[in-house]
């Protein structure tokens, strides 16, 4: 089967450490940490970094665990019963192009996206299969890289007083700094069980403000701990970065960016507003259930992505758990994928309404794939080598479809394309020198891009 273009075209267990130290200025209860803003805006400036002649930035929705492209977007109705599963491919609003029909609003949204289904690389584990796809290296455990948006907002920095890479409503697997430090973390919001994400929080701003009055005074003695330690030069770096914070937090543009409440319930709705949270069980002592999780937070997540990217934000993260279904796959993904579909579908339309999808890549990726095979316990497994990333604008080809796995969803039959590939893309289109080097503080060079791999051309517009 060739590939053609349609008509109409987490976090991992590690010892204490330094990174672990600073992390302790994070501002307030909601875990937004700021100096990987202001140490980038300090790098760009120093750097002379010039603005991207095309504006473009990106929400990348990211599912933690690993999603079964062979039950969303790659379906395989002639496979054996061993392999195809419970749901039915359905037609898209793009003749040719099925995906399956847990996700019906979204097949209406075909034509601004196109699916890569030959993605491929060896890693079955969450560890070095979430690295991968997140930094376009397979380096894992020797050499952690930067997520992508660490660094697009390490090579870009900051649009005005907004940082330029946030990541929310929870921490992943790995979507981290890497070697570039700390003081590159993104600015994280989490949530617990709140529909509003930060905003109600931000909006008490003073009281925050006052926590992090609390906060920075214990930030001084790690500093003063680091300096005993003679390992005082990020810790004072970063120390700077975080005092600078409180005037960024006080931003009244900055708490409206991440006001939720100042968008229609019409609004709100479309992206699909959470049921009542008062029956919610949660689990492994005070965390809240996948599915309670996604059907809570995950479409006012991209709501917030949304705003956020019309603020200026460069990079917006949002994070979807739940989708390592070892057992009952396909029950645990009728919870799953509706609020995934309800949420895509608004997104793509509003970003399209509002003349930002040509200047706005979304990806959908995750760890890995799920095994072809169904196991004993009506799961599917951990599975590398083939799965599908989902892209829709910032000059993505719409009604696309790229490359093609086999007749049983196992592996690629037509053009595989790497992780590095993609990352190589991505860069280009936020208009990263794909051929840059990066430096870690201690000054060794790294490169952008793994190998030499080029960007996926092919599905550009």
Known sequence: MKSHLAPGCPGYHRQADRREFLQVGALGPLGLTMSGLLQARATAAAQGVAAPKREVSCIMIWLRGGPSSIDMWDLKPGAPDTHRGEFKPISTNVPGIQISDQLPLTAQQADKFCLVRSVTHPRNDHEGGSHYMATGWNTFPVEKYP???????????????????????????????????????????????????????????????????????????????????????????????????????????????????????????????????????????NDISPNDFNRTIIGQGMLLARRLIESGVRFVTVVGRGWDTHDNNFNRLRDLLPPLDRGLAALLADLKERGLLDTTLVMVTGDFNRTPRINPAAGRDHWGHVQTVWLAGGGIRGGAVFGASDAKGEFPSDQPVRPEQIAALLFRQLGINTSSVLASPDGRPHALVQGEAQPLTQILG
Do not use: W
């Open 147 to 285: 997520s992508y948006g660490c660094v697009t907002a390490h090579q870009l920095g900051p649009r005005g007083a907004l940082p330029a890479h946030v990541h929310l409503p929870e921490g992943a697997l790995y979507t981290g700094p890497g070697y570039l430090g700390s003081a590159h973390e993104p600015f994280t919001i989490t949530t617990d069980r709140n529909p509003d994400l930060p905003s109600r929080d931000l909006q008490e701003h003073a009281v925050l403000l006052a926590r992090m009055e609390r906060r920075r005074t214990l930030r001084q003695s790690v500093d003063d701990l680091f300096r005993q330690a003679d390992v005082a030069n990020e810790a004072r770096s970063v120390g700077k970065f975080y005092r600078d914070a409180y005037s960024i937090l006080a931003s009244p543009a900055t708490r409206a960016a991440f006001d939720l409440t100042k968008e229609s319930p019409a609004v709100r709705a479309r992206y699909g507003m959470p049921k009542p949270l008062d029956n919610i069980v949660l689990q492994n002592g």
